[in-house]
T-cell receptor, first 112, second 113 residues
């Protein structure tokens, strides 16, 4: 089944403890992206990647890192999480630059 | 950079009525405009999209219109049903060589039976 898989689905962590949210797609998509969703703010792009080893900042990149060492994987790294990073995170991928994204199931992160 | 505004933020209609959601964008280079539906607790899913070389596109009860001159696009849902209740997001591509989609803030559509 073609899909975008994120893990974990839910995560509660403490301020400052490094964490990684994994994202993997099995559709051979070139483009991948991370969004965070907050009430009243819609979906805001954190980082995106056009291909292996090619990444760029979205609108809210502060406090996040990404890597794209393989085409299928695009992990999101929070080196020192803070409470304002409590949010619902979505990974997404698309085949090319003029296709809509397919979203993962989301990761609900709580930083206390 | 690109900015996408979406209205209304909430919309309540009676079953069988039509619903219209409107979005405006700021970057005249934007050339791809998808719409996503997000049901409660689920992921956003693409329901329809339109490209800048087309003025209107239909898929059963859903249609999208694009006015490039005015930089706005709209989602039209006819004969609404309770299962249409969800949050709807519009988005616009930033243009260029990337797939940098900028989303609106969403419209909560409630279809009353």
């Amino acid at each position: 089944e073609a899909q975008v898989t994120q893990n974990p689905r839910y995560l509660i962590t403490v301020t400052g403890k490094k964490l990684t949210v994994t994202c993997s797609q099995n559709m051979n998509h070139e483009y991948m992206s991370w969004y965070r969703q907050d009430p009243g703010l819609g979906l805001r792009q954190i980082y995106y990647s056009m291909n292996v080893e090619v990444t760029d900042k979205g609108d809210v990149p502060e406090g996040y890192k990404v890597s794209r060492k393989e085409k299928r994987n695009f992990p999101l790294i929070l080196e020192s999480p803070s409470p304002n990073q409590t949010s619902l995170y979505f990974c997404a991928s698309s085949f090319n630059r003029e296709d809509g994204y397919t979203f993962g199931s989301g990761t609900r992160l709580t930083v206390v | 950079g690109e900015n996408v505004e979406q209205h209304p933020s909430t919309l309540s209609v009676q079953e069988g009525d039509s619903a219209v959601i409107k979005c405006t964008y700021s970057d005249s280079a934007s050339n791809y405009f998808p719409w996503y539906k997000q049901e409660l607790g689920k992921r956003p899913q693409l329901i329809i999209d339109i490209r800048s070389n087309v003025g209107e596109k239909k898929d059963q009860r859903i249609a999208v219109t694009l006015n490039k001159t005015a930089k706005h696009f709209s989602l039209h849902i006819t004969e609404t049903q309770p299962e249409d209740s969800a949050v709807y997001f519009c988005a616009a591509s930033h243009g260029g060589a990337t797939n940098k989609l900028i989303f609106g803030t969403g419209t909560l559509l409630a279809v009353q039976p």
